[in-house]
């Protein structure tokens, strides 16, 4: 694949696409872009998990215009979105431009995999993150020299977050990164206190609980490195491999009385078995309160640790979860055979 996208084979257009760890830009083999060094390039089978990988598509080959002729409506918004890739597009604002929403969100589905929305999420996560790895030298050094080093990356994260250098020191600093899981990419945040995000990337909650975190924490996220990471990661991996059932890092959870609560009673459900909401209601004490416990649950931070998973509808119907019902039974199933 390296070679191919040195000689730029048309062959490979559409086989794969290049993510370029050094800009976290992803494209086409054919791109006329600058080539990076090979150990710089990993290989995505398709734009969704480029994008679910923290990677934005390349200004200049254009990933997603990859199968020739778009119809004018969707190149003009293509690249509007280019232009401004934090942008937030409701079903309002495509009216405006003449286009109808349920349109754009069949193209995008059968085109590449997701809805229209999901794709602007992503985009906006990639943008404020960037291609963000554990351990990674670049942001490390100049996390520890202070962000004024970071010189092109806090431009491009002030921009994007409103985050600006001189204000860090009186604010706390969630670091971020990226977690990578046989369900996908899950994006993870801590302090030193603990983990206080675990999610999915492409959750539509993500952005929410991002602002939420900010400002119960009162902190700005940064991508970087923290104490707690390594051995999430390792615990994760144990446990996806069948090898754990308890998790033992700390856990940071700012939220109400209520929320709390309901977050340490999921994590009484023990691996191999569920509840109704109704059950978890009553665990509480509070057995009329089945529809706040179910929205507290909706609110929980911590994907997989605190496990709302394990809570399913009481004529067994998993119902809806965060990350979706097909990772809520793969989590359910593993955790059977385990
Ligand atoms: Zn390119």
Not at 86 to 104: Q, V
Not at 105 to 131: D, E, P, V
Not at 233 to 248: H, N, P, S, T, V
Request: proline share 5%; hydrophobic share 35%; glycine share 8%.
């Amino acid at each position: 694949m390296y070679e191919a996208l040195l000689k730029k084979d048309s062959e490979f257009e559409g086989i794969f696409f290049a993510g370029i760890k050094t800009t976290g830009i992803f494209c086409r083999p054919t791109c006329t872009a600058r080539k990076p060094k090979k150990e710089n390039v990993e290989y995505f089978p398709s734009i969704k998990t480029a994008l679910h990988n923290g990677y934005r598509p390349c200004k200049v080959c254009h990933p997603l215009k990859l199968n020739g002729e778009f119809p004018n409506w969707i190149n003009n918004l293509l690249n509007e979105i280019d232009q401004n890739q934090n942008i937030k597009l409701r079903d309002y604002d495509l009216r405006t431009k003449g286009i109808d929403p349920a349109r754009i969100r069949r193209w995008f589905k059968k085109h590449y995999g997701m809805t229209f929305q999901s794709y602007l999420r992503l985009l906006r996560i990639n943008s404020a993150f960037g291609r963000i790895k554990q351990g990674e030298k670049v942001v490390e050094s100049a996390y520890e020299l202070g962000y004024e080093s970071l010189s092109g990356f806090t431009e491009s994260f002030k921009k994007s977050t409103g985050f600006s250098p001189s204000k860090s020191k009186q604010n706390n600093i969630i670091s971020i990164t990226r977690i990578l899981t046989p369900l996908g990419p899950m994006l993870a945040g801590a302090t030193d206190e603990g983990i206080c995000l675990l999610e999915f990337v492409d959750r539509r909650m993500l952005e929410t609980q991002i602002k939420r975190l900010k400002k119960l924490l009162n902190a700005e996220f940064v991508p970087g490195t923290n104490k707690y990471f390594d051995v999430l990661a390792i615990q994760l991996k144990e446990y996806f491999d069948e090898k754990r059932k308890q998790f033992y890092v700390p856990l940071q959870l700012p939220g109400t009385e209520f929320q709390v609560k309901v977050w340490e009673e999921l994590m009484k459900i023990p691996s191999g078995s569920t509840r109704s909401y109704k059950e978890q209601a009553i665990a509480l004490n509070n057995p009329k309160a089945v529809r706040a416990v179910a929205r507290a649950n909706g609110d929980n931070r911590i994907a997989i640790i605190i496990p709302c998973h394990r809570v399913i509808g009481s004529d067994g119907k998993l119902v809806g979860y965060g990350g979706g019902v097909w990772r809520k039974q793969y989590l359910l199933n593993l955790e059977n055979r385990n």
